[in-house]
C-alpha cells in the first residue's frame, strides 16, 4: 500500500490549521500512542494507523455519542393558547353607563357587578308592569269566583246555561289578561336586572369597553371575560400523520416564556375536515392551567405522544444519507473510520435518531461538518475538558 500522501490544506478539510512544530509533536505522541496501545493488545486500530497519519482537530460541538435515551415518535404540533371559556358581555338594554367598577386584569367571581346602566325609566317601566299584574291578578280572581257562583246557581236551577257560559267566558278573559300582565311584568324584570352588568362565571377580566357616560345600545360590547383555569391548544397536523392522532391521547409541549418548563394536555378533540388548501386538521389540545400561569394568546410547540421507548439514537447531524445506505463517521481508538448503519425513528423534539444496527451504546460519532474528515485521520477534541459532550 502506497504511502504517499497528499495534504489538505486547512480550508479544504474545514478544520482548525496546525504548525509544522505541532505537527512533529503530535505525530511523537502518536508514535508513543501507538506502541503503547500494542503492547497492551487493546485493538488493531491503533497498531495499523500510519505513523504520520493527518491529526485533525475538532471542537466538541462536532462530537456526539450513542446513547440509548427515551424515543418519542408522534406528530410535532405549534399554534397558539387559547382560553377553553371566553365570553364578550354585551348591553341588553338601551342607556347610559352610570359605574364601572372593574378594569381588565380584576379578578372577579361568578355574580360580581361588573358596571351599572341608568335604570330611571326601565324601573318606571317595571312599576307599570308590576301594576299592570296586580290588576290583573285581581280582575282573575273575581272571574273566578263569579264562575263558581255561577256554577252552583246552575246546578240549583238559578241560573240559565246562557249565564253560565258568559262566566266562563269572563273568567278565561281574565286568565289570559293575567298571564299577558305575568309575561310582561317577567320581562320588566329582566330588564331591570340587566342594568346591573354581573360576570357569568368566575374569571379575569381581559378587555373593558365602555366608560361611564357612554350611550348603549342592546348588542354594545361592554366586557370581555376569561376563565384562566382551562387553557386550549389550537394546532394542526397534517392529514398523513392523522393516524397517529386520537381524542385523548397525551401532548408535551413548551410554551413561550417558560422555556425550561414542560406542560403537559390531551386532545379534546380533531376536526372532521381537513383544510382543502394546505391538507391540514385541525385538533384541540385542552390544558389544566394550574396556578393560572399561561395565558391567552402564548406560542406553544410540542407532540402528540404517540409512542414512547426506549432507543439507541445519536445525533441526526450525524447521519451521512448521501450514498445508497446510511453511514456515520465514527471514532475507534480516535481514528476515524465509517460504519453503514441501519436507521429506524426519528424524534423531530431532540433531533436525534434511532440506530438499529451497526453502533453500541458509548460509540462516538462526527457531527456536522467533521463528516468530511477523511477515513483514517486521526481526531483530537480541542476543548479544555477531556469529557465529550453529546449534542
Given at each position: 500500500?502506497?504511502?504517499?500522501?497528499?495534504?489538505?490544506?486547512?480550508?479544504?478539510?474545514?478544520?482548525?490549521?496546525?504548525?509544522?512544530?505541532?505537527?512533529?509533536?503530535?505525530?511523537?505522541?502518536?508514535?508513543?500512542?501507538?506502541?503503547?496501545?500494542?503492547?497492551?493488545?487493546?485493538?488493531?486500530?491503533?497498531?495499523?494507523?500510519?505513523?504520520?497519519?493527518?491529526?485533525?482537530?475538532?471542537?466538541?460541538?462536532?462530537?456526539?455519542?450513542?446513547?440509548?435515551?427515551?424515543?418519542?415518535?408522534?406528530?410535532?404540533?405549534?399554534?397558539?393558547?387559547?382560553?377553553?371559556?371566553?365570553?364578550?358581555?354585551?348591553?341588553?338594554?338601551?342607556?347610559?353607563?352610570?359605574?364601572?367598577?372593574?378594569?381588565?386584569?380584576?379578578?372577579?367571581?361568578?355574580?360580581?357587578?361588573?358596571?351599572?346602566?341608568?335604570?330611571?325609566?326601565?324601573?318606571?317601566?317595571?312599576?307599570?308592569?308590576?301594576?299592570?299584574?296586580?290588576?290583573?291578578?285581581?280582575?282573575?280572581?273575581?272571574?273566578?269566583?263569579?264562575?263558581?257562583?255561577?256554577?252552583?246557581?246552575?246546578?240549583?236551577?238559578?241560573?240559565?246555561?246562557?249565564?253560565?257560559?258568559?262566566?266562563?267566558?269572563?273568567?278565561?278573559?281574565?286568565?289570559?289578561?293575567?298571564?299577558?300582565?305575568?309575561?310582561?311584568?317577567?320581562?320588566?324584570?329582566?330588564?331591570?336586572?340587566?342594568?346591573?352588568?354581573?360576570?357569568?362565571?368566575?374569571?379575569?377580566?381581559?378587555?373593558?369597553?365602555?366608560?361611564?357616560?357612554?350611550?348603549?345600545?342592546?348588542?354594545?360590547?361592554?366586557?370581555?371575560?376569561?376563565?384562566?383555569?382551562?387553557?386550549?391548544?389550537?394546532?394542526?397536523?397534517?392529514?398523513?400523520?392523522?393516524?397517529?392522532?386520537?381524542?385523548?391521547?397525551?401532548?408535551?409541549?413548551?410554551?413561550?416564556?417558560?422555556?425550561?418548563?414542560?406542560?403537559?394536555?390531551?386532545?379534546?378533540?380533531?376536526?372532521?375536515?381537513?383544510?382543502?388548501?394546505?391538507?391540514?386538521?385541525?385538533?384541540?389540545?385542552?390544558?389544566?392551567n394550574t396556578g393560572q400561569r399561561l395565558v391567552a394568546g402564548l406560542?406553544?410547540?410540542?407532540?402528540?405522544?404517540?409512542?414512547?421507548?426506549?432507543?439507541?439514537?445519536?445525533?441526526?447531524?450525524?447521519?451521512?444519507?448521501?450514498?445508497?445506505?446510511?453511514?456515520?463517521?465514527?471514532?475507534?481508538?480516535?481514528?476515524?473510520?465509517?460504519?453503514?448503519?441501519?436507521?429506524?425513528?426519528?424524534?423531530?423534539?431532540?433531533?436525534?435518531?434511532?440506530?438499529?444496527?451497526?453502533?453500541?451504546?458509548?460509540?462516538?460519532?462526527?457531527?456536522?461538518?467533521?463528516?468530511?474528515?477523511?477515513?483514517?485521520?486521526?481526531?483530537?477534541?480541542?476543548?479544555?475538558?477531556?469529557?465529550?459532550?453529546?449534542?
Amino acid at each position: 500500500m502506497s504511502t504517499t500522501h497528499t495534504p489538505q490544506t486547512p480550508a479544504s478539510r474545514g478544520m482548525l490549521p496546525m504548525s509544522s512544530r505541532a505537527r512533529r509533536a503530535a505525530g511523537l505522541a502518536l508514535l508513543a500512542l501507538a506502541t503503547s496501545l500494542s503492547a497492551c493488545g487493546r485493538g488493531d486500530a491503533a497498531e495499523e494507523a500510519p505513523a504520520n497519519a493527518i491529526v485533525v482537530n475538532v471542537g466538541p460541538e462536532a462530537i456526539g455519542v450513542a446513547t440509548r435515551t427515551t424515543l418519542s415518535i408522534g406528530p410535532i404540533l405549534s399554534g397558539s393558547l387559547v382560553a377553553e371559556r371566553t365570553a364578550q358581555i354585551r348591553a341588553e338594554v338601551p342607556g347610559a353607563v352610570v359605574q364601572v367598577f372593574h378594569d381588565p386584569g380584576a379578578v372577579v367571581a361568578k355574580g360580581t357587578s361588573l358596571a351599572k346602566i341608568d335604570d330611571r325609566a326601565i324601573e318606571d317601566a317595571y312599576l307599570g308592569a308590576r301594576s299592570g299584574f296586580t290588576a290583573a291578578q285581581t280582575a282573575a280572581d273575581l272571574a273566578a269566583r263569579e264562575l263558581a257562583r255561577a256554577e252552583r246557581l246552575h246546578v240549583a236551577g238559578a241560573v240559565s246555561d246562557r249565564d253560565l257560559e258568559n262566566a266562563r267566558r269572563g273568567d278565561l278573559s281574565a286568565r289570559s289578561m293575567l298571564d299577558d300582565a305575568r309575561a310582561r311584568l317577567s320581562a320588566a324584570e329582566e330588564n331591570r336586572d340587566a342594568t346591573n352588568v354581573l360576570a357569568p362565571y368566575d374569571g379575569v377580566v381581559s378587555e373593558r369597553f365602555v366608560n361611564p357616560g357612554d350611550i348603549v345600545n342592546p348588542g354594545a360590547p361592554l366586557f370581555a371575560l376569561v376563565d384562566p383555569s382551562t387553557m386550549r391548544l389550537e394546532a394542526a397536523v397534517p392529514a398523513t400523520e392523522l393516524a397517529q392522532v386520537r381524542v385523548g391521547a397525551p401532548v408535551r409541549f413548551s410554551v413561550t416564556g417558560y422555556p425550561d418548563r414542560v406542560f403537559e394536555g390531551r386532545i379534546s378533540s380533531v376536526n372532521p375536515s381537513a383544510d382543502p388548501q394546505t391538507r391540514q386538521v385541525r385538533l384541540f389540545v385542552r390544558i389544566p392551567n394550574t396556578g393560572q400561569r399561561l395565558v391567552a394568546g402564548l406560542f406553544a410547540e410540542g407532540r402528540v405522544a404517540h409512542e414512547t421507548r426506549e432507543a439507541l439514537t445519536i445525533p441526526a447531524l450525524a447521519l451521512d444519507q448521501r450514498g445508497l445506505t446510511p453511514q456515520v463517521v465514527r471514532l475507534k481508538d480516535g481514528i476515524v473510520e465509517r460504519v453503514t448503519v441501519t436507521v429506524g425513528a426519528r424524534d423531530e423534539a431532540t433531533d436525534r435518531v434511532e440506530i438499529r444496527e451497526g453502533l453500541v451504546a458509548g460509540d462516538t460519532v462526527l457531527v456536522g461538518a467533521a463528516l468530511g474528515v477523511s477515513v483514517g485521520s486521526r481526531v483530537r477534541v480541542s476543548s479544555p475538558s477531556d469529557t465529550l459532550t453529546q449534542r
